[in-house]
């Protein structure tokens, strides 16, 4: 593999959601001048790829198993608050997620939903902090979907609704990228 393919691989298996799978990954000169990596995983034995396309792919099965592993998933209890489960239970629970959906009515074009995902995945979720909610827009004039965003009760993603609704509910793409900054800005003081 080139060094360019080595240094791509290397930074993708040394991101910080990787650690819960790879220990590091560095790259090795070998004798005929071409480069390869060297994977040492959390369990297991330690890897040497030659072959780029074979790196990602293993890459891709550690994030997968890891997932299976160490994600998280959750229900609502009638009162309303999350209570861990397994997999099958969140997959089971799925119609109830659906009927949990609250829509609201932005403008005449524009309807926000707030839903209960119940997925906490490891690879974003790696301390208790779970975003179980999340808040999307759509406008029908555009036939378009955006937002997507996540929080950690629905009351915060009810917040970010109605902060959406008093800025005038600003169209999608840059008026709306300039609504998240300014939502998101650390406050001051």
Not at 77 to 99: H, L
Not at 147 to 163: L, Q
Request: glycine share 4%; with cysteine.
């Amino acid at each position: 593999m080139t060094l360019e393919e080595a240094q791509r691989l290397a930074w993708s298996f040394n991101q910080a959601h990787s650690k819960l799978f790879i220990e590091w990954a560095k790259i090795r000169q070998e004798p005929d001048g071409d480069y390869s990596l060297v994977v040492e995983p959390v369990e297991g034995e330690r890897q040497t790829f030659t072959d780029a396309e074979k790196a990602h792919w293993a890459l891709v099965e550690s994030m997968a198993k890891s997932a299976k592993a160490n994600d998280r998933f959750f229900t609502l209890t009638e009162d309303g608050t999350s209570k861990e489960c397994d997999r099958e239970t969140w997959i089971k629970d799925s119609p109830n997620r659906e009927k949990r959906r609250t829509k609201f009515t932005c403008s005449p074009e524009i309807e926000a939903t707030i839903c209960f995902l119940g997925h906490a995945p490891s690879m974003v979720h790696m301390d208790e902090n779970v975003k179980l909610w999340n808040a999307q827009f759509y406008t029908s004039a555009n036939d378009e979907h955006y937002g997507g965003i996540t929080f950690n009760t629905f009351e915060e993603a009810k917040a970010f609704i109605d902060r959406y609704i008093a800025k005038g509910c600003p169209a999608s793409g840059f008026p709306f990228m300039q609504f998240l900054a300014e939502y998101f800005r650390p406050q001051s003081g």
